[in-house]
Every structure is written in structure tokens, then in C-alpha cells.
């Protein structure tokens, strides 16, 4: 460095500066989560006591607490997220030849389970500002075998129902969403996970709806939600066996034949220590979401025309982001002199803000699992083994999708609105968009 260079010190931290933000002693209070009290640990601990770890009473009643919640008129608890998926898909048909459409944005278990079922996946594109699938990209993916379409409320955000669901409709293909990011999002009135045919979502220890692991299937269609207790549910059919009685009546005479056994020969109940933990959680989730939105919409008032920043949330009335699961941010390099992503986030992190990362799940498009992976020992991949038309697409095919890294980054998830502490973090960021150009 020249002593020029010296004279004219920068304030950024990552050039020695003063940082915007000094982190206090309770500072992973802000970002704890889940909240878990004495009412979770007993409600857990009554269930291991009474040695009911593996029935599904409580389960029932946490379903039905869900369903209630939520607005569905059945839910079905299950092992995890993927499995609750996988049961959706074959609900809605999704078999040996046939297709879905998922947007390429996601955690792979929107998609993966396609191919357990002989099925391959469409891969759409995504809406840069929702980060949902773009319903422009749906449309002229739908072929003879197309079954569902995966929507994924991303990062608590809702998709667009609106204009999805009349294409879905038009060619008679289901909606699956996939709502492990939105547990209690809002769009226009009506919340996540009524909006598709069926609903899947993960509760798992780092979702915004947080058990340990589990998953809950929701949807208003008695056929739908009979088959996901038939695939997956061992003496839920309405067949005695020797360990539960009869405790729910399936109709539909072709589940029936098989006397309880689960058609996908797998195992979906869920614990019911999680369940129990489901059932507190539930009763404290509203307030604790709504603090959430409290927080993070105060953070990005305070970061209202700043350059190179905009909100990812929701604009719409009656619509919210739940809670906020896997908070992000919109970055312009273009209002910041192109300056990369990662060097601002660098600058950030250097002003005491670890969770500026750059990014988001990577494009599952050109996953070699989707092209590749044989399964089913055919010899040949599996995404074209049943016949299936080959959808596959490559590294370039879906450029907004592969681009959204240099233009997504990682916001704090906070938990509590704490205005002093949300202003050094906004601070920060602020910081680092005015001296962008010393980067
Ligand atoms: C976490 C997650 C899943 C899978 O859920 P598990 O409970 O981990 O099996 C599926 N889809 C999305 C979008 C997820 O984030």
C-alpha cells in the first residue's frame, strides 16, 4: 500500500476499519432456534415415560391440531419431509413412464423421489424475484405423461397459485406443493399448503416448523389423503392388526385388498415424541412467526433505498412470509458498479455478520443424479428406464436458475424484533453499499 493510499483509509472493517457491528454476549439468542421450554421437554418426556414412543394416538391428535391450523381438512404425519413427498406423488399418480415438473431451485427432495417411482423430472425455471418457479416455464413442459407439478414455496415465500393453478387445471395435473420453507406463509388471504392439490412439508430440526424430524402431508381430497395412508402407513387402512385396532376407514376398495400392508412398502409413521413436541410447538408458532415477520420487515425498512439491496418477501395483501425460513436478500450487482457477490459479502461478514453468505440451493437441473443414477440395476439411467421422454437438460439450459448465485445472498434469520440490534445489522450492510466503490 502506498502511503497515498494509507492517507485515504477506507471505514470498511475489511480495509481495518471500525466494524458497523459488535456482537454482544446474547447474541445467538437473536437467531436461536427452535424456542424450545420446559413445556417441550415435558410433553417429550411424558411420551418416553408412558412407553407410547412408537403409537399413534398422540400423532393423531397433532395431525388434526395441524389440520386445524392450517386450514386443511386432513393431515397425515410422516418420518420426514422427502418420505411425505414421496407419498404425494404416488397419490397423484405419479407412476413407472411418467413426468413432473419442479422448479430447479430447491432441495432435491422436491424431485428425487420421481425416479423411485419410475418417474423423471421437467426442470423449470425460476422467477428471479420470487425465487419460486416461474408459471411462465410451466406451460409448453406439460406432456401426455406429465402428472404433477412440484411448486415449492421458496424460502417462505409464496409461489404464484394464481397463475399456476389454472394451467395445472387446464391439463388436469395435480399441484403438489412442496411447503417445508413456508409453514404459515400467507398468500392473499390463505395460507401455505392449501394452495396445491396436496401439501407436503418438512418439520425437521432446521425448518421454521421444527420437531427433530418429521413431516406432514395436508390436503382437502379424501381420495389423496387415502392413498398417502396406504403407501405409506402400516394399520392406518382400516384393517385390524395384532398390534392396533381398526382406527380409520379407507373406501376406496383397491387399498383395501391389501390388509394394511403399505403399497410402497416403506414406513411413514412418525415418532410420537416428535409428536408431542409438534403439538407444543404449534400452540407458541403463530406468535413466534409473527415476531419473525416483525423483525425481518423492520430490517428491510431500514434498508429502503439502498443500492445494489432489495427485499425477498412478498408484496401482496394478506400475504406473509411465515417464518422466514432461510432468509434471503436480492443483490444488483449493476447499482453497485458490478461489484461481485462474493466480495460483498465478504465486506459484510468482515462487519460482524457471518450469515451474508452468497447464494442459495444450487440448479438440481444438471445434478448428475437426475441423468445418471441407475436405481433400478436397468443398465441405463433411470430417468429414462420406464420409457420416460428424455427431459434431461445440461449446464446452461435454465440460465436464471444458474445465474441466481451472483444474485442471492444470505439475510440474519431473526427471531426476535429487537430494534437496536437490527439497526447495527442493517447498518452493516448499509455500510458496505456506500463504500462498494472502495471494493
Ligand atoms: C428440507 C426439505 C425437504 C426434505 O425434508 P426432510 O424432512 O429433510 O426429509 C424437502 N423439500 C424442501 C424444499 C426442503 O427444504
Redo the contacts with the bound molecule.
Sequence with gaps: MTSHQTIRKSRLAIHNGTPALIATENERQLFHWPIVTDEDVQAVAAVMRSGQMSGTELTKQFEAEYAAWQGSRYALA????????LAAMWACGVGAGDEIICPSI?????AAQALTLGATVNFAEIDPITLCIDPDDIEHRIGPKTKAIVV?N?AGHPADYDRIQPIARKHGVKVIE????AHGSMYKGRMCGTLGDIA?????G??SFAIG???IITTDDPTLYERCVAFGHYERTGVASNYNPVDQQVHDEALLKFKGLPLGATKHRLNQMCSAMGRVQLRHYPARIAEIQKAINRFWSLLEGVPGLRPHRIDEPDSTMGGW??ARGLYVPEELGGLSIDRFCEAVQAEGVPMCRPGL?APLHAYAFFHDADIFNHGRPTALAFGQRDVRQSAGALPISEGLAQRVMGIPWFKHDVPERIEQYAAAFRKVAEYAHEL
Excluded at 412442496?178 to 420453507?181: Q, Y
Design positions: 410422516t418420518c420426514n419431509g422427502t418420505a411425505g413427498l430447491t432441495y432435491w427432495a422436491s415449492v421458496y412442496d411447503n417445508s420453507h407436503a412439508a418438512s418439520l425437521m432446521a425448518k424430524e418429521g413431516g425460513y432461510h440451493n
